[in-house]
């Protein structure tokens, strides 16, 4: 008998049972693919990141008595397409059993299970054990009730996992302290000089030249920054624990164009290829927590605890509760396409130059970057979620579908019609000027709503109101902005209007 395991690119669970036991009976195969990395155009640094991390994936695994065979994307006999491959592979090294983890993206379930149908041979799929949750138990949960709230998803997983908890109670007498995360950025506060690996990753960068795969963005080849090992993953968890810990809670909303990561973990990456587990990470953030007690508060380990325990594991159950209808949903019906700067970082508005230079330089920008600039500014623009969805799923570092999905379409440009946010997340230039440094050096005057240099978000927040005003007519969470909107002198509602649609007119100019 010899059995052949399939490993996916984002599976690289060091501590996955599979290799519990070494057996020359069993053969781990591992490719970097063409379907992998054309299905969308991904940035450099992400393409890089999964190879490398693939790669000393792969010596970990030799260096531990397992048999692998791995395809580099320059190897000649690599296909390049999943289930040729695995035929190919099954023949030649006369496979008995095929085996694979599940994959957490949709495509490539089904791409999997039809597979397994062709085989003459029998086939089994396990757990990818990195998940707090089984990819069903958010539907189990909701089923019966009327609204999809994370909140209470959230508390109950706290329950279930005894996190932060004092029997069925939520430690220091709170479930939430969301509203201790909502602060502008104070300059007193030093922010520690973020982690970097400085890795030479100018051979694999010529490499995925030399296949002509195009991608977005770009990379200093000489200092790559981001983990690519289990080693360098426990690194960042340890970085944060120890320098970012203390004031993330306190800073998470915040927005600093000096600076761009501020107290954020940047373990999303080493998160969703699986080098880390989310419950290793929390294990060592309250543990750090508890031994630190006099510094560091509890609202700051809620406030992450949260973003892993109840945000990450809910969007994965929203997705495979959703999908595949979800990646279609259109709820507001947006047409618009994105304008050229989302590849150039090239506008007049800081806010905007700011989160798409960074999210080109470093593929990486955070939560509220990615939520009140980016996409409240797609959203108010009415872009179609299909262009917008495109550019997050290759521009950021840790971008699989079925984390980017739920965020992108339904979070951040309400497409699902209200699934995950109760409200969509829009704003005007006052938000952005609240929470940040932006609006201080931007041509654009955030105070100004009608003027040749007013704040485009202005007039294109009560527009975007106004054309939707039937999507959100009976949406409470939106009644007070609606009754705003009808007090609006109509002649004032004209004008604005009016400023907001030449503005999306000349979109390529803001
Ligand atoms: P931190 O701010 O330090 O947070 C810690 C961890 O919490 C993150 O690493 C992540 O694993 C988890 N987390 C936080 N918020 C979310 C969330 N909303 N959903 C899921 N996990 C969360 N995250 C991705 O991992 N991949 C994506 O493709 C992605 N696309 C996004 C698109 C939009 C429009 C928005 C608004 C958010 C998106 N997020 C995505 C969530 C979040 O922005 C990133 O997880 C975070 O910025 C990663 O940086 P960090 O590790 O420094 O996070
Ligand atoms: Fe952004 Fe408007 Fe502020 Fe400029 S003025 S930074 S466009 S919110």
Redesign the pocket.
Known sequence: MKTLRLILGDQLNHEHSWFDKKSNDVLYVMAEMRQETDYVKHHIQKVVAFFLSMRNFASHLTDNGHQVRYYKISDKDNLNELTALLSNLISKEKITHFEYQLPDEYRLDVQLKDFCKTLNIESKSFDSEHFYTSRTELAEFFEGKKSLLMESFYREMRKNHNILTVGDLPLGGKWNFDHQNRNKYKEEVPIPFPLQFGTDVSDIVKEIEEQKIKTIGTINSKNFEWPTSRKQSLEVLDY?CEHLLEH?GTY?DALYSGHK?L???????A??SKMIS?KE?IDAVIANFHKNEDAIELSQVEG?VR??LG??E???GIYWKEMPEYKTKNGLENTGKLPDYFWTGKTKMKCLQHALSQSLDTA????IQ??MV??NFTLLTQTHPDEVDEW??GV?I???EW??L???RG???YADGGIIATKP?VSSGSYINKMSNYCSGCHYNVKEKLTDNACPFNSLYWHFLDEKKEYFANNHRMAMMMSLLKKMKPAELAATKEKAISLMENIENL
């Open positions: 944060f993330f998470q990561y107290f954020h973990s940047r373990i999303s990456f998160l969703n989310p990470v992450f973003q892993i945000w990450r809910y969007v994965r990486y920008a955070h939560h990615r939520l980016i996409g997050y799923l950021y840790d971008a699989i984390v980017e739920p965020n992108t979070m951040s440009q997340y």
